[in-house]
């Protein structure tokens, strides 16, 4: 079994360049008429064949054999120019990094050698590659040589940043834009290795292989590599999985699905099974942003049910379908503001799985809509009517939800202690309750939660504590969402109503301290306890 399939695999003809057809018909035509440009500028993403597109111009353009002779302009790779080229041995084919290379003196050696007659072939072809980190004097060193070169001389560049390039070269050059490949395309070439080494896997691996290398040919076959070296010959589809660290995109599709549909148990559910499954949360990202920006296409574009089924599987496009029939423009829109926003934090977490339950929760629990549960979802998984409702702004929000009585008044550097109701049967002045109490029952009161109100208790397993005052519980956590959700009324009346049941005490009173939550009140083994809820 080859090591690197990439340079084992490597296209030696133009017809076995993956994708960029035009860029491929143009090439060869130029060559058919005798007419090759002597300056290119190749333009795209990592892994799209610039590099191997220039190896195969230059290799076309030095063959000896008659173009009567050779089928669409190909090189014959038979003759001996084509076996120097293939073999890497000749002088005529100069290939440079840029990026060890930047300095003016190393073009200005470059461009001395222009002008020397070539050793053996036709033409001598200069491949620059990564062009644009050469230097601003590098770049003038190598203008005037591009503006008149000597008529043996070829100048092919090839870069991923265009932008980088100053116009002055750019405008010197045929330019040639290479685009990221499209999934069907990848799947094929890897159909065509995996036969070849002698692979027993299946379709639904090299669909995540493909989906994985994000429109590079060159990221999907070292994938598949690592893969056949990890696994062996046999590789299932759990092997795949593990290995690239990946969620499977059912997985995915059912947390897009409970999302959308405001299952926050469910949400829950699928982020731990993600979380033990060990998968990359910035990829889970950013794949629920590409499911996202699907589905506004499809809201868009008549012709974007057609497109889609070229990108994933049908079954997967199915859904998808499916999803955004559910859902507005503007309900797609937030979502994927919502994860945008949050990329960094999920990146940079050191509880990525929190990070992304908090961005998706927290958008459902911002929504002006009845959530579902597990034991009370929507009918059929369907999203509530109001599913395309915008979160109301602030004035409308406080016109809905007027500030109670005893919600806890805000005071810079401070938390004030929930006023006791006044009329009424008089409370019970006489608990005996203390914080070593408290922290006997707070597995029992987080147990209970858990199996109610799943949200509420993802929400209280971060947070401790602290202390006892005027009959009141004081709670720590480290976190502004935390305490605002818990203060919330309907949490705050859920979490009151257990407390009392199991302590005797009624109300609470929600800080954000983080050194308090972090050192969880001094109480070293009551995270253990949590984390045995989990």
């Not at 200069?126 to 644009?132: N, P, T």
Request: aromatic share 6%; proline share 5%.
């Amino acid at each position: 079994m080859s090591g690197t399939f990439y340079r084992t695999y490597r296209p030696q003809l133009f017809n076995e360049l993956v994708g960029q057809d035009l860029i491929r018909l143009t090439l060869q035509q130029s060559i058919k008429d005798g007419r090759p440009a002597h300056a290119y500028l190749f333009t795209g993403p990592r892994g799209t064949g610039k590099t191997t597109t220039a190896r195969i111009l230059a290799k076309a353009v030095n063959c000896v054999t008659p173009l009567s002779k050779r089928k669409d302009a190909e090189p014959c790779n038979q003759c001996s120019n084509c076996g120097a080229i293939n073999d890497n041995q000749t002088l005529d084919i100069v290939e440079i990094d840029a990026a060890s290379y930047t300095g003016v003196d190393n073009i200005r050696q470059l461009t001395e050698n222009v002008s020397l007659a070539p050793a053996k072939l036709k033409y001598k072809v200069f491949i620059i590659d990564e062009v644009h980190m050469l230097s601003k004097g590098a770049f003038n060193a190598l203008l005037k040589t591009l503006e008149e070169p000597p008529g043996h001389a070829i100048f092919i560049l090839a870069t991923t940043e265009q932008h980088k390039v100053p116009a002055t070269i750019t405008s010197r050059c045929q330019r040639f834009s290479f685009y990221l490949l499209t999934i069907p395309d990848i799947l094929k070439k890897l159909k065509t290795i995996a036969k070849k080494e002698k692979l027993i896997i299946g379709e639904d691996s090299l669909q995540l292989i493909a989906e994985a290398a994000r429109g590079g040919m060159r990221d999907a076959e070292s994938l598949l590599a690592q893969i056949a070296t990890l696994a062996g010959s046999k590789i299932n589809l759990a092997e795949t999985v593990n290995i690239l660290g990946i969620s499977q995109k059912e997985d995915e599709l059912k947390i897009l699905e409970d999302t959308l549909s405001y299952n926050v148990s469910s949400v829950f559910e699928q982020i731990e099974k993600a979380n033990a499954s060990g998968i990359d949360f910035s990829l889970l990202a950013h794949n629920l942003l590409e499911y996202l920006r699907q589905m506004l296409f499809l809201k868009v574009n008549p012709q974007g049910e057609k497109i889609l089924k070229k990108e994933m599987s049908e079954k997967q496009a199915e859904k998808l379908l499916k999803f955004s029939g559910n859902s507005s423009p503007g309900t797609i829109i937030d979502l994927a503001t919502k994860i945008i926003q949050s990329q960094l934090l999920i990146k940079n977490s050191s509880l990525p799985h929190l990070a992304i339950e908090l961005t998706l929760i927290g958008w459902i629990l911002s929504k002006d809509v009845p959530f579902a549960t597990n034991k009370s979802a929507s009918p059929k998984g369907k999203p509530p009517k109001n599913d395309s409702m915008v979160p109301p702004n602030q004035k409308e929000e406080a016109k809905k939800n007027p500030p109670r009585k005893n919600d806890l008044t805000k005071k810079k550097g401070s938390q004030a202690l929930p006023q006791i109701k006044k009329g009424g049967k008089k409370e019970n002045t006489a608990l005996n309750i203390n914080l070593k109490i408290i922290l006997n029952s707070w597995t029992k009161i987080l147990q209970n939660i858990k199996n109610t109100q799943p949200a509420l208790f993802s929400l209280l397993k971060v947070c401790s504590p602290v202390r006892v005052e005027d009959e009141t519980l004081v709670i720590s956590t480290p976190f502004k969402f935390h305490k605002d959700r818990i203060s919330d009324g309907r949490n705050r009346d859920i979490f009151c109503a257990e407390l009392d049941k199991i302590t005797g005490l009624k109300k609470i009173c929600v800080v954000e301290d983080d050194k308090f939550a972090e050192s969880n009140a001094g109480n070293k083994d009551l995270m253990e306890q949590v984390k045995n809820l989990l």
